[in-house]
């Protein structure tokens, strides 16, 4: 019995030290802490742009009887008009580029319902064939995933874009534009980088011990409460 009580006192102390090693940093943003820095990016560094994404939207792929009713002659027309669209406005610049504001929409972060929503404001430009360069405007309605890389040990966010709302382009093409705006979004802003766990992390000296311990994250986890997204990162302490 006294060897079983020993046994159990053991492991309760091995217990205890496991968690001594282990400690939780808690980190708070607000809605005002994106404002301010979203107010900071648009004033101070050049406008964030990226090129238009090329995309095949399943609805605008022809059937096989459609394109078999094409000729030859159709085919090369198109194919030189496009040619000749592209040399006459040399100075269509085929990009997005988010805006601070459009159409009294701002790109800002919103935390509603336990969920992070990013309305994100844009203008841009294209050239489709027979038409010229076509600019447009509007915002896309996104909401952000929060995921964990440990290898980096970065808190990333995954923007997923639910809806455009298009304006600007005088009814020209506004679904396909539609399309390259939700498939530049998805594919060119992410992962968003939130949070960078290893700049919280600091080298702790132990003197007459012979060395020093650093914090290393192994786990983080967030939720939203009261308009704030609290980040609860779990550190462990290793040898330095």
Not at 175 to 188: E, M
Not at 203 to 217: E, K
């Given at each position: 019995?006294?060897k079983?009580?020993?046994a159990?006192?053991?492991l309760l102390?091995?217990?205890s030290?496991?968690?001594a090693?282990?400690?939780?940093?808690?980190?708070?943003l607000n809605?005002?802490f994106?404002d301010?820095l979203?107010?900071a990016i648009?004033t101070?560094?050049?406008?964030?742009?990226?090129?238009?994404?090329?995309?095949?939207p399943?609805?605008?792929v022809?059937s096989?009887?459609?394109?078999?009713?094409i000729?030859?002659?159709q085919?090369?027309?198109q194919?030189?008009?496009?040619r000749?669209?592209?040399i006459?406005n040399?100075l269509?610049?085929?990009?997005i580029r988010?805006?601070r504001?459009?159409?009294?929409?701002?790109t800002?972060?919103?935390?509603?319902?336990?969920?992070?929503?990013?309305?994100?404001a844009?203008?841009?430009?294209?050239?489709?064939?027979f038409?010229g360069?076509?600019?447009?405007q509007?915002y896309?309605?996104?909401?952000?995933?929060l995921?964990?890389?440990?290898?980096?040990q970065?808190?990333?966010?995954?923007?997923?874009?639910?809806?455009?709302?298009?304006s600007?382009?005088?009814?020209v093409g506004?679904?396909?534009?539609?399309?390259?705006?939700?498939?530049?979004?998805d594919k060119?802003?992410?992962?968003?980088?939130i949070?960078s766990t290893?700049?919280l992390s600091?080298l702790?000296?132990?003197?007459n011990?012979?060395?020093s311990l650093?914090m290393?994250a192994?786990g983080?986890r967030?939720?939203?409460?009261?308009?704030?997204?609290?980040?609860?990162i779990?550190f462990?302490?290793?040898?330095g």
């Amino acid at each position: 019995m006294k060897k079983i009580t020993a046994a159990l006192c053991a492991l309760l102390m091995l217990a205890s030290f496991a968690r001594a090693q282990s400690a939780e940093v808690t980190v708070s943003l607000n809605e005002r802490f994106f404002d301010a820095l979203l107010d900071a990016i648009f004033t101070n560094l050049k406008t964030p742009s990226f090129p238009i994404a090329a995309v095949s939207p399943k609805s605008e792929v022809r059937s096989p009887q459609s394109l078999s009713a094409i000729s030859s002659f159709q085919k090369n027309n198109q194919s030189i008009e496009n040619r000749k669209s592209k040399i006459e406005n040399p100075l269509c610049d085929e990009s997005i580029r988010l805006q601070r504001e459009i159409d009294g929409v701002r790109t800002a972060v919103r935390f509603r319902d336990g969920k992070i929503y990013a309305p994100i404001a844009f203008a841009g430009s294209y050239n489709p064939p027979f038409v010229g360069c076509v600019d447009f405007q509007g915002y896309a309605e996104t909401n952000i995933e929060l995921e964990f890389d440990k290898q980096k040990q970065t808190l990333v966010g995954r923007a997923r874009v639910l809806n455009v709302v298009l304006s600007g382009t005088g009814g020209v093409g506004s679904a396909f534009v539609t399309k390259i705006v939700q498939n530049s979004l998805d594919k060119k802003i992410n992962p968003l980088s939130i949070l960078s766990t290893d700049k919280l992390s600091f080298l702790i000296p132990v003197q007459n011990a012979g060395g020093s311990l650093r914090m290393r994250a192994n786990g983080i986890r967030s939720e939203i409460v009261g308009g704030a997204l609290n980040i609860y990162i779990a550190f462990e302490f290793v040898k330095g």
